[in-house]
């Protein structure tokens, strides 16, 4: 599927995508989010991602502390031309509660993208660039093939430091943003 075949009319075609054009887009199931103003369309994930998204929210829900919320495929505006729409996110009650349509950057603690087919490029270099820049202190990726393994981003300075890969059939335990132990494979439905 093209953009061009459901995009609304634009004033001037040929400038970048702003997330106020984003707010025109029908609500169709496809994710719209933004790169510098460049439009990328994803299809609705399929019931493994879906299920895989489900699973890692109820262990992070399950160990999270009481000031902090875990969501999936929320909206994060990093600017009028850089709009995320992540799989998973932790962010404080605080901002939960005063957000309405989109958290900012700061007020993700961590993001996670559960690669599919259709996203793996994007998973794998897009957003670990996009949201270092935008200031995320923590990336995860869940690829389930090969593996399935998770790949844990710290940011370093402006930018992720190499990640960290755990593969299935070990126990992982991280610190940030808070503590928590899961085995990748659990994230899989193996039956």
């Known amino acids: 599927m093209t953009a061009l075949a459901i995009e609304p009319t634009r004033a001037d075609p040929d400038a970048p995508f702003t997330v106020d054009d984003l707010l025109e887009f029908p609500d169709d199931g ?3 989010e933004l790169f510098n103003g460049s439009l990328l369309v994803s299809p609705a994930p399929t019931p493994p991602h879906q299920d895989a998204i489900f699973v890692l929210q109820m ?15 929320v909206n994060v505006r ?3 031309i850089d709009f ?15 957000t309405k349509l989109m958290f900012r950057p700061s007020d993700v603690l961590l993001a996670v993208e559960v690669v599919s087919p ?11 660039e996009a949201y270092a820049a935008a200031g995320i202190p923590s990336y995860w990726r869940f690829e389930s ?5 998770l790949h844990v981003y710290e940011l370093d300075g402006g930018a992720y430091s190499e990640p960290s890969v755990h593969k299935a ?23």
């Not at 992070?60 to 000031?67: D, F, G, R, V, Y």
């Not at 259709?118 to 270099?125: L, P, Q």
């Not at 808070?178 to 039956?191: C, E, M, R």
């Open 30 to 32: 496809h994710r719209y």
């Open 59 to 73: 262990i992070l829900h399950q160990a999270k502390p009481p000031h902090l919320k875990v969501f999936s495929t």
């Open 78 to 80: 990093a600017s009028d």
């Open 84 to 98: 995320y729409i992540p799989d998973l996110v932790v962010v404080p009650k605080i901002a939960a509660r005063n």
């Open 118 to 128: 259709s996203t793996k490029s994007t998973d794998r270099r897009l957003k670990p």
């Open 145 to 149: 093939s090969p593996g399935p393994e």
């Open 169 to 191: 059939g070990t126990t992982v335990t991280l610190s940030a943003p808070y503590t928590v132990s899961f085995d990748p494979a659990d994230l899989i439905d193996a039956d």
